[in-house]
Each structure stands twice: as C-alpha cells, then as structure tokens.
C-alpha cells in the first residue's frame, strides 16, 4: 500500500467550498485504477484544518495520477482555497491494521 497525504489549512471563508471541492475530486479519485480508499478528516479543535489520505496499490498507480489531470486540479484547489497546504508521498508498504488520528472527525 502506498499513501498520499494531503495537509490542509484552509482559508475561513473558503471552507464551503473547500469541502465541496475535496468531496467532488475525492468522488473522481476514487474512479482512478489503483486506488483502494480515500478519507477525509477535520481536526476538532481546528475547523480549518484538514487531512485527505489516499491509499493506492502501488507506487506506479500512484505515480500514474501525480501525471493526471485530477492531480493538477487538486493543486489548483489547495492553492486556492488554503492559506498553507502540503501533500505527503508514503511510498512505503503498511501493513495490516486501521490508522487512527486522534483528534480528528471525519470530513
């Protein structure tokens, strides 16, 4: 399994519309070959603050959206929406088990 982790402080007045985007690309990844879940968490003490973590197959899956369209999107979007955002590439395998966040809801 390899993960790609997006850290996310989003503007106040931009967090409608954050959700919204993320929702709607989420919908979209989740059609990419490779692609095993996609979840999204918002830190409780924190409204502006999230986490979107993507679990793929393989690294070349992977590898293969960071070339699409939707990757470019999701940039854009974070660009836009975020006052500082940060995505994070786990190309190692994890094995077994459910990740907890303590401290964060889901989205």
Do not use: N
Not at 5 to 30: C, G, I, N
Not at 89 to 98: I, S
Request: glycine share 8%; aromatic share 8%.
């Amino acid at each position: 399994m390899v993960s790609m982790t997006v850290v996310a402080k989003v503007l106040p007045e931009k967090r409608d519309e954050f959700l919204d985007a993320m929702h709607s690309l989420q919908k979209e990844r989740l059609l990419e070959q490779g692609i095993s879940g996609s979840q999204m968490y918002e830190r409780r003490e924190d409204p502006t603050r999230f986490f979107v973590i993507d679990d793929w197959e393989t690294d070349e899956d992977l590898q293969r959206f960071f070339g699409k369209e939707g990757f470019r999107i999701l940039l854009g979007a974070l660009r836009t929406l975020c006052m500082e955002a940060e995505v994070k590439y786990d190309p190692l395998r994890r094995e077994g088990g459910d990740l907890r966040l303590d401290g964060l809801d889901p989205a």
